[in-house]
């Protein structure tokens, strides 16, 4: 079987604590009843049809959250049935090639259970296990705090994506005031912003998810735990703001671009038809004195020449001061 951890955490007398049966479950203990104020924690990872048939005719599973749960493509939810509650959360992680990966846990909350089903997710809970262990005293909240901590774990994995995008994006950004982004960059930023929205159409309902949690009444979760729950809310919340203002940032890199080369064009064509103005004088001044007329004024002035040249450089002088003055050279 699938299972990557099992463990019964069962209250000690003073009821300040849960403590764990020592090591694995066996198959036969795993199933027998859970006594009075105990709960099991089982992890599954990409379990069979069979093995999950198994684990739901013990706990009581609803067929169709079962269904769900070996469906890796769910979106986020929270479903209440008769005796569980069954949510599905996502899991991202970024690839090489700045690429989004999704993986899905499922979890199915009872009185005395947590079961969680991972598909494609790399980051396991044994560590966060371990971790939980360490502080039975939380530990014995029960199975409501455990799904806390594993919801907030996964939360938590969102944000050191939007860092390293955000480190990306911002060195995009500085490179676009200096320079038009080139044809790989801009397929790049567009890379981006479609991995961004399809994040966001995915992850974006487990604020709906931890807001439930947080702010309704729903079954099996303790009042009194609420407020962890809205704590994991901050977190889906600030990983959105973040998500949504990358967005606009990658948005504002082509349009910055975009109106910087403008810019950049406009003064090139200033500059163009600056000196197209100054070439335009002696151009002029020469076609009119080049035409084959015999009788042209001043042909035969002995400083017709040099009066000529005078002319053009006088206006070409002026031209050029008028063009300095407004900045078009």
Request: hydrophobic share 45%; aromatic share 10%; net charge negative.
């Amino acid at each position: 079987m699938t299972i990557i951890a099992a463990r019964r955490y069962v209250p000690d007398p003073t009821g300040r604590s849960a403590a764990r049966i020592p090591g694995p479950l066996a198959l036969d203990d795993r199933f027998s009843a859970v006594p009075d104020g105990a709960f099991d924690w089982i992890g599954l990872c990409e379990p069979s049809l069979e093995e999950m048939t198994q684990v739901a005719s013990h706990y009581g599973l609803h067929p169709l959250a079962v269904e769900d749960a070996l469906n890796p493509q769910q979106m986020p939810k929270l479903d209440q049935y008769q005796k569980h509650l069954f949510v599905v959360a996502r899991t991202a992680t970024l690839e090489p090639g700045e690429t989004l990966a999704y993986g899905q846990t499922a979890f199915f909350l009872g009185a005395d259970f947590i079961i969680s089903v991972r598909f494609g997710s790399s980051r396991a809970h044994l560590g966060l296990r371990d971790k939980l262990e360490a502080d039975p005293e939380r530990l014995a909240e029960g199975a409501d705090y455990v799904l806390h901590a594993v919801l907030d774990f996964i939360v938590d994995g969102y944000l050191p994506i939007m860092e390293r995008l955000e480190a990306v994006a911002h060195a995009m950004e500085e490179s676009a005031i200096d320079v038009f982004p080139e044809q790989q960059t801009i397929r790049r930023i567009f890379r981006l912003r479609r991995q961004l929205r399809r994040f966001e159409r995915i992850i974006g309902p487990m604020e709906e998810v931890c807001q439930r949690l947080a702010e309704s009444h729903v079954a099996l979760i303790d009042p009194t735990a609420r407020i962890w729950f809205r704590d994991v809310l901050d977190h889906v919340r600030r990983a959105m703001a973040r998500l949504r203002g990358l967005k606009e940032t990658l948005a504002a890199i082509v349009e910055t671009a975009s109106l910087l080369e403008q810019h950049r064009q406009g003064e090139m064509t200033r500059q163009l038809a600056a000196w197209a103005g100054l070439l335009a004088v002696p151009t002029a001044v020469a076609g009119i004195y080049g035409m084959n007329f015999e009788y042209i004024p001043e042909l035969k002035w002995h400083y017709g020449y040099f009066f000529v040249w005078g002319v053009i450089l006088t206006i070409c002088g002026g031209l050029y001061w008028r063009f300095r003055r407004i900045g078009w050279l």
